[in-house]
Every structure is written in structure tokens, then in C-alpha cells.
């Protein structure tokens, strides 16, 4: 069955600092990945999402992703973390059926 | 800006009463998605729809719970009889599939049962 396993649940950096938050993937074939941020009291909002091609993906608000078949992986990252990215990440994927899969997620903390 | 509407935003019930929540997808989303979301499980698929057609629903408790597309502009989650347990945020997304698109998703309806 496809799942999607985010490692940390709670990351903490400092303003400035470089970010990357895990994601693996169980699925058979090239999966549709995706990254949804979520802040308190509100709904996801989709940071990036990768379908084919450059497995280099850029998204909203300077982050980026890679895809890593080899290791079953869509990593997020952000060079240098603002106070406002303080939030909730999910990767999710889509599975053939159209069934969209989530990660329990990563709480993000931003010390000042 | 089109964007997922889920009513009501909030909602507030005793145990035992009927709860029907709400969602208007994107016109034109073929691709309708009900989540629950707890501190405990996070983010559960509890259905989907294609075309109003539902597609999946075994995430969801068959006792209690029943999920609909009256039609194309309308799904509805409906618990009866609530419990405490219930209590948790729905999320209603759509998408357009299979077109390369990502699922958008609503503000979510907070469901506290007493």
C-alpha cells in the first residue's frame, strides 16, 4: 500500500538558518508528490508539487524540493528560514487511483 | 479567485445529534476529497469521489458516517449519531484528475461534540 513517512515531527531552526524536512514515499510507480503547508487555523496551501521532468522543483516563498527515485525521497528545503515560516508541513502523493496520500507532518519552530 | 467553501466553519453539538457538513468545490474539479484531522492521526482520508461517483470510503466508519454528491457543485459528510470522539477538523479538498493538478483545499469545519 502507498504511504508516505515524514520522520520528524518537530524541527526547530533558527531565523536564517538553512531547512530540510524529510519525506519518503512507498510507491510503486513514479509517484505525483506534493508539499502543503498548513498554518494554525487554517486550511493546506500548496508549496510545490512534483509530477515529471526536473526533479529540482521550486515552489512558493523560496522553497524548494528534490525527487530522489533512488531514495524514495521529496525533500524540502529553504536556504534561510524566516519567523513567518513558523508552521505545519505535509508531503503527500497520489497514488494512480487519485487517492491523495499524507505524511503525519513536521511542526516548524523558529527560535528569533 | 475560486477557491473550496466547506460550511460551517465551526460547529457545536451534543452527543447523539446529526452533523452534516458542507463542501462547494472549484467549478470544474471532477475530484472531491473528505479529510479528518486529530493531533492523534493527522490528516485521515475518510472518501473520495470521481465525477460524484465515490470511489473510496474505507477510511471512513461505515456505522456513522456517509459521504455524498447530491451534485456536482455540492458534497456532504454527514455523522449520525455524533460522538465525542468526532470531534476533530474536516477538510474538504478538490481536484481535477487526471489532469496535473494539485488538490485545494477549504478552511476546514471544527467539529466539537459535547
Known amino acids: 500500500a502507498q504511504s508516505v513517512t515524514q520522520p520528524d515531527i518537530h524541527i526547530t531552526v533558527s531565523e536564517g538558518a538553512s531547512l530540510e524536512l524529510r519525506c519518503n514515499y512507498s510507491?510503486?510507480?513514479?509517484?505525483?508528490l506534493f508539499w502543503y503547508v498548513q498554518s494554525p487555523g487554517q486550511g493546506l496551501q500548496l508549496l510545490l508539487k512534483?509530477?515529471?521532468?526536473?526533479?529540482l522543483v521550486q515552489g512558493i516563498k523560496g522553497f524548494e524540493a528534490e525527487f530522489k527515485r533512488s531514495q524514495s525521497s521529496f525533500n524540502l528545503r529553504k536556504p534561510s528560514v524566516h519567523w513567518s515560516d513558523a508552521a505545519e508541513y505535509f508531503c503527500?502523493?497520489?497514488?494512480?487511483?487519485?487517492?491523495?496520500?499524507f505524511g503525519q507532518g513536521t511542526e516548524l519552530s523558529v527560535k528569533p | 479567485d475560486a477557491r473550496v467553501t466547506q460550511t460551517p466553519r465551526h460547529k457545536v453539538t451534543e452527543m447523539g445529534q446529526e452533523v452534516t457538513m458542507r463542501c462547494q468545490p472549484i467549478?470544474?474539479?471532477?475530484?472531491v476529497f473528505w479529510y479528518r484531522q486529530t493531533m492523534m492521526q493527522g490528516l485521515e482520508l475518510l472518501a473520495y469521489?470521481?465525477?460524484?461517483?465515490?470511489?473510496?470510503d474505507s477510511g471512513m466508519p461505515k456505522d456513522r458516517f456517509s459521504a455524498e454528491m447530491p451534485d456536482a457543485t455540492l458534497a456532504t459528510l454527514k455523522i449520525q449519531p455524533s460522538e465525542p470522539r468526532d470531534s476533530a477538523v474536516y477538510f474538504c479538498?478538490?481536484?481535477?484528475?487526471?489532469?496535473?493538478?494539485?488538490?485545494?483545499f477549504g478552511q476546514g469545519t471544527r467539529l466539537t461534540v459535547v
Open positions: 510507491y510503486g510507480a513514479t509517484p505525483y
Open positions: 467549478l470544474g474539479h471532477n475530484t
Open positions: 503527500a502523493v497520489y497514488n494512480q487511483g487519485g487517492k491523495l496520500i
Open positions: 512534483y509530477f515529471s521532468g526536473d526533479t
Open positions: 469521489f470521481r465525477n460524484r461517483a465515490p470511489l473510496d
Open positions: 479538498a478538490s481536484g481535477l484528475l487526471p489532469m496535473n493538478t494539485e488538490a485545494f
